[in-house]
């Protein structure tokens, strides 16, 4: 692993990066309802979500490269958020992030004005911070009591977005390297 981060500009999300977001979101051809908002956000594909219609349909390879297309649009996003240089798997990890949760997400702190942890602990050169606050998003919907958490042990209703944030964690660290 490189000892050198690279200047943000010149990032872009990996091939593992991108297996990555393909691999836990799951292929489906036609378009479904949206595990938090129903049939409000239809999804089709690897998850595409944009101008998607319940009963549209996407066949494989341009579900592929709508992924593609969706995940430069994040980082491009994530870009106007994030200015410090990063390794390649921290910026992995983080598009990876704002891919599931969103760009506004992920760059704002939705209880205050400001940036959020991330950007914040970034900006700061608190890179493990950084990759310890993807575990801070750890919510599928509102969190009205501490059992919402998909992090709560108790929780039967979104392990799977915990277990993902681990392993975003993970990536980001460069522990799967």
Same mark, same amino acid.
């Given at each position: 692993?490189?000892?050198?981060?690279?200047?943000?500009?010149? @990032?872009?999300? #990996?091939?593992?990066?991108?297996? +990555?977001?393909?691999?836990?979101? =799951? +292929?489906?051809?036609?378009?479904?309802?949206?595990?938090?908002? =129903?049939?409000?956000?239809?999804?089709? =594909?690897? *998850?595409?979500?944009?101008?998607?219609?319940?009963? /549209?349909?996407?066949?494989? &390879?341009?579900?592929?490269?709508?992924?593609?297309?969706?995940? #430069?649009?994040?980082? %491009?996003? @994530?870009?106007?958020?994030?200015?410090?240089?990063?390794?390649?798997?921290?910026? /992995?990890?983080?598009? *990876? %992030?704002?891919?599931?949760?969103?760009?506004?997400?992920?760059?704002?702190?939705?209880?205050?004005? *400001?940036?959020?942890?991330? &950007?914040?602990?970034?900006?700061?050169?608190?890179?493990? $911070?950084?990759?310890?606050?993807?575990? %801070?998003? /750890?919510?599928?919907?509102?969190?009205?009591?501490?059992?919402?958490?998909?992090?709560?042990?108790?929780?039967?209703?979104?392990? *799977?977005?915990?277990? /993902?944030?681990?392993?975003?964690?993970?990536?980001?660290? $460069?522990?799967?390297?």
């Amino acid at each position: 692993m490189s000892k050198t981060r690279t200047a943000i500009a010149a @990032l872009a999300l #990996s091939a593992t990066g991108l297996v +990555y977001i393909a691999q836990r979101e =799951g +292929y489906s051809e036609q378009a479904y309802p949206d595990s938090v908002h =129903g049939t409000k956000v239809p999804t089709v =594909g690897f *998850g595409s979500t944009g101008n998607v219609k319940m009963g /549209d349909t996407l066949a494989p &390879v341009r579900a592929l490269v709508r992924l593609r297309a969706d995940a #430069s649009e994040y980082e %491009l996003a @994530l870009k106007r958020c994030i200015s410090v240089p990063l390794h390649q798997h921290e910026w /992995d990890a983080f598009v *990876g %992030l704002a891919y599931n949760v969103g760009t506004t997400t992920v760059c704002k702190n939705n209880d205050r004005a *400001g940036p959020s942890a991330i &950007v914040r602990r970034l900006q700061s050169g608190d890179y493990p $911070g950084a990759c310890e606050a993807i575990l %801070l998003y /750890d919510r599928a919907g509102p969190v009205n009591k501490p059992q919402d958490r998909c992090s709560h042990p108790d929780n039967r209703t979104c392990r *799977g977005v915990w277990t /993902d944030r681990q392993k975003l964690h993970a990536m980001c660290t $460069g522990a799967t390297q």
